[in-house]
């Protein structure tokens, strides 16, 4: 069975944190490592994804974000989820499914800027209108590391 569901039991975590355990023999299982936070450092401040957050806590499937392609569908983009098929397919040329310039190309800093706004906001976003809870202001996303303070009787 080739599915999410597979990899979703099989997840381990970079940095030690093992959250799910792979069942034993079932061979079809991958493991398959996947950040816990993703850091962005950029000038207008640094954004920490949390991606273990999106799948374990907020629960969504890896294909809400990893895509094959996106197809036009009422006048709106909708993505192709991304299939297990499709990731050892892309491996076998030696490339990673996972990473977004594998398709989207090495981006500028303004190109990369508008893909992820466009997928992380505009979640988010539509989140809000809804009225639940999601992070849409600058500073939620962008932190400036803050300046230390001298410490005092120095
Ligand atoms: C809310 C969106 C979202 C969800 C859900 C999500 N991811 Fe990700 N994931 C990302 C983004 C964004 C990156 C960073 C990609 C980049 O910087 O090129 C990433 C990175 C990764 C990477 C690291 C790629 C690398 O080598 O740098 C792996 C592996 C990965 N995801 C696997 C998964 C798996 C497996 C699932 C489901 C269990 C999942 N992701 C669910 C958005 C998501
Ligand atoms: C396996 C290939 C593939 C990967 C990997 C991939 N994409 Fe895409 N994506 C596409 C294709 C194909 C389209 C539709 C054509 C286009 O607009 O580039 C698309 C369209 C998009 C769009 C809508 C068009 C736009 O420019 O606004 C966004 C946003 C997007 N992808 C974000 C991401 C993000 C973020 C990642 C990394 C987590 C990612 N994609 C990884 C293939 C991919
Ligand atoms: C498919 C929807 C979706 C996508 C795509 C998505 N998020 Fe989120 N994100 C959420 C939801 C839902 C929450 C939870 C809000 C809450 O309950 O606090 C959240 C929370 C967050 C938080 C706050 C976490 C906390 O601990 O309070 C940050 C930061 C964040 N997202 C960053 C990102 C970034 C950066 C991306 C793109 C790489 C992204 N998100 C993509 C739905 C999404
Ligand atoms: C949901 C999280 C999120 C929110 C909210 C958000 N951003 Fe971003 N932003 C990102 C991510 C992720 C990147 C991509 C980081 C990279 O380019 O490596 C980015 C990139 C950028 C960049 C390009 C990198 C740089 O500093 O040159 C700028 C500028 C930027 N954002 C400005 C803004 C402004 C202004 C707002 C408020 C209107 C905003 N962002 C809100 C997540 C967010």
């Given at each position: 069975m080739k599915k999410w569901t597979a990899l979703i039991m099989a997840l381990l975590f970079l940095g030690g944190v093992s959250a799910l355990?792979?069942?034993?023999?079932?061979?079809?299982?991958?493991?398959?490592?996947?950040?816990?936070?993703?850091?962005?450092?950029?000038?207008?401040g640094t954004v920490n994804f949390p991606h273990a957050k999106h799948i374990l806590d907020l629960q969504y499937n890896c294909g809400t974000c990893h895509h094959q392609k996106k197809v036009e569908k009422d006048g709106k983009l909708e993505p192709v989820p991304m299939t297990l098929e499709?990731?050892?397919?892309?491996?076998?040329?030696?490339?990673?499914?996972?990473?977004?310039?594998?398709?989207?190309?090495?981006?500028?800093?303004?190109?990369?800027?508008?893909?992820?706004?466009?997928?992380?906001?505009?979640?988010?976003?539509?989140?809000?209108?809804?009225?639940?809870?999601?992070?849409?202001?600058?500073?939620?996303?962008?932190?400036?590391?803050?300046?230390k303070k001298a410490i005092e009787g120095c």
């Open positions: 355990k792979a069942e034993e023999g079932n061979k079809d299982e991958k493991v398959i490592n996947v950040p816990v936070v993703k850091e962005y450092k950029v000038r207008m499709k990731v050892e397919a892309l491996a076998a040329e030696g490339k990673n499914a996972f990473q977004c310039k594998t398709c989207h190309g090495d981006l500028d800093r303004k190109a990369f800027k508008k893909l992820f706004h466009s997928n992380c906001l505009g979640c988010h976003k539509s989140l809000k209108a809804e009225n639940k809870k999601a992070p849409t202001k600058c500073k939620e996303c962008h932190v400036k590391p803050k300046k």
